[in-house]
Nanobody, 125 residues
Framework: VQLQASGGGLVQAGDSLTLSCAAS????????MGWFRQAPGKEREFVAA????????AYADSVKGRFTISRDNTKNTVYLQMNSLKPEDTAVYRC???????????????????WGQGTLVTVSS
């Protein structure tokens, strides 16, 4: 499956932004989908994940209460709604997918098989 992330851009602190991850090649209905980010000079970190049904989600503590992950299986697309953005949210955001109907260890990047190319989010203070 090919994953195409989009929606990044330059925003000010406090603004909102919605990222999209469109899948092609095959359905992602049976996949857990996640978002990871990597800031300049820092390691990749987990942001959020969602099960195939959308019934279970997981978030990094740093984004909990501000970010919301969702999915539309009819469109083979996953979203990341980001509110109250902070300068420390600046990073390249990548979507990823792994087979399975439960979250498992959603923050473990090694479990994800499919990766998108990333979209840059820059939050100015």
């Amino acid at each position: 499956v090919q994953l195409q992330a989009s929606g990044g851009g330059l925003v000010q602190a406090g603004d909102s932004l919605t990222l999209s991850c469109a899948a092609s090649g095959r359905t992602i209905v049976n996949n857990v989908m996640g978002w990871f980010r990597q800031a300049p000079g820092k390691e990749r970190e987990f942001v959020a994940a969602i099960t195939w049904s959308g019934g279970s989600t997981a978030y990094a503590d740093s984004v909990k209460g501000r970010f919301t992950i969702s999915r539309d299986n009819t469109k083979n697309t996953v979203y990341l709604q980001m509110n109250s953005l902070k300068p420390e949210d600046t990073a390249v955001y990548r979507c990823a997918g792994k087979t399975g109907r439960t979250l498992g260890f959603p923050n473990d990047a090694r479990g994800y098989r499919d990766w998108g190319q990333g979209t840059l989010v820059t939050v100015s203070s």
